[in-house]
């Protein structure tokens, strides 16, 4: 009797450690997977598709090197007209100003719009013995709306607008332009150079800096290296750009 006893002890006593290592199973191996796993955070909507850029960087691979007319790493042919700062800053009336246009605009251009025709691909133009810039933004067509015919030839900087304001018909402004960015410049001898810019409409940056018709002085010696801002990154500035003072006393808001 003291035998069966005991063995009905012993199985009452395996059954209830067996009972607490399941409950000790189901309690802390699920902590434990938790543990390791880490934090149950709400699913990640993907922002592109795999092997895709991130929308905001996208638009410096809009321009494909193999889309262009002349491979980036070619060298200007002899006798062509150089694009220099001079003649980049003589087109535009301040820093970040659409450029005027330097050459004649037949009235079909005018109305068809065929800037890009030349401009998205850009080209060596015989007639002009110059490197058509290539556009940053193509997607947008009505080129006229922004830039306007230049009085002046091929490269020079004449037409400007004359310092007195009252003979083409403009009120007086008050407002003043921003410098010119300086060039060069890096946090520390040898690190990659910064972005002087805003990038609005110049995501692009192969457009501008590379190839034979780029600005001589800020042409890039690593064409191929189209993820420019992984190394390279927007100038931080205090400088508000240019502002023009509310007059009040004509009684309106500009």
Known sequence: MARRASLFTRTVAIGVAAAAMLLAIVLVVPALIDMVAGPDHPPVTRMTSPGEP?????????????????????????GARPRTLETYRSLRAYPGAPPRIP???????????????????????????AYTPVTPHPEFSDCLQCHVPDAGAVGVGVGAVPADLSLVG????????????????????GSPLWIPHELRLRE?????????????????????????????????TDDPGFTRPVDRSAGGDS
């Open 54 to 78: 991130i929308p905001a960087e996208a638009l410096a691979y809009r321009i494909r090197p193999w889309d262009l007319a002349v491979p980036l790493h070619s060298e200007p042919r002899e």
């Open 204 to 236: 692009n940056c192969l457009a501008c800096h590379a190839g034979p018709g780029a600005v001589e002085e800020i042409r890039t010696t690593h064409p191929d290296r189209t993820d420019c801002r992984s190394c390279h990154v927007p100038l931080v």
């Open 103 to 129: 050459h004649e605009v037949s009235p079909e251009q005018s109305r068809a719009t065929l800037c890009n025709a030349c401009h998205a691909g850009g080209g060596y133009v015989p007639r002009h013995g």
């Open 170 to 189: 403009w009120a007086p402004a008050d407002w003043v332009a921003r410098d010119w960015p300086e060039l060069d410049q890096r946090a520390m001898p």
